[in-house]
């Protein structure tokens, strides 16, 4: 099955720095959605995108919709120890009708 | 509490056993999934299912089995035929197809270690 590029695939960071990762696809999306994976744990939805250009925050998390409707950002600003995880991206063509698309992830590490 | 409960947590089998995993959801979705997750890897589909009694082959189905007798359980049953069953395996549900949104929601992960 297709899988989103996503990136990076790890990041390590400084407690208090913001971060950026995307996801991109050959193929249109109407649906994006981001998750965060703990460490033995299923993924946490985070922000659910259903229009191009959508722009949608949930706390210090922000992602977009992008106008192509073959990608999406994800930041978080000021990062905190607890921000560390696996972030899964995941579309879908057309509601209902298609399965997930999930990306391969990216690691958040937080140097101390 | 409404939720999706994945039981259980750890489970270890003798290598040509078949055994099964469980996923009960209380949430009245309609659609329920499940999940292989390997190390450093992302999700990859195994099988869903939209309806009761009905459910289709994911991505990687060979070397499992599915049934969907009741709409809050969609057990997994990992067969000897599945030659690397080692895996964390994920059950996701989702309101399903009348409500034309296929956002998912995960349960907690089931660690499966054959020895």
């Known amino acids: 099955g297709q899988q989103l590029n996503q990136s990076p695939q790890s990041m390590f960071i400084q407690e208090g720095e913001d971060v950026s990762m995307n996801c991109t696809s050959s193929?249109?999306?109407?649906?994006w959605l981001w998750y965060k994976q703990d460490p033995g744990e299923g993924p946490v939805l985070l922000i659910a995108?259903?229009?191009?250009?959508e722009l949608t925050s949930n706390g210090r998390l922000t992602a977009q919709f992008g106008i192509t409707r073959k990608d999406s950002f994800l930041n978080i600003s000021a990062s905190i120890p607890s921000d560390v995880g696996i972030y899964f991206c995941?579309?879908?063509?057309?509601?209902?009708?298609?399965?997930?698309?999930f990306g391969t992830g990216t690691r958040l590490t937080i140097i101390p | 509490d409404g939720g999706i409960t994945q039981s259980p947590k750890y489970l270890f089998r003798k290598e040509g056993q078949n055994v099964t995993l469980s996923c009960e959801q209380n949430?009245?979705?309609?659609?329920m999934y499940w999940y292989r997750q390997d190390p450093g890897q992302g999700l990859r589909l195994i099988y869903y299912?939209?309806?009761?009694?009905?459910?289709q082959k994911g991505d990687i189905a060979e070397g499992y089995s599915v049934s969907r007798e009741k709409k809050e359980s969609f057990p997994l049953t990992v067969t000897s035929a599945q030659k690397n069953p080692t895996a964390f395996y994920l059950c996701?549900?989702?309101?399903?197809?009348?409500?034309?949104?296929?956002?998912?929601?995960f349960g907690p992960g089931t660690r499966l270690t054959v020895l």
């Open positions: 996701a549900t989702s309101k399903g197809l009348v409500w034309r949104t296929d956002t998912q929601y």
């Open positions: 193929s249109i999306f109407n649906t």
């Open positions: 299912s939209q309806i009761v009694n009905d459910f």
């Open positions: 949430l009245n979705h309609d659609a």
């Open positions: 995108l259903y229009k191009a250009g």
């Open positions: 995941a579309g879908q063509s057309n509601f209902g009708n298609e399965k997930l698309t």
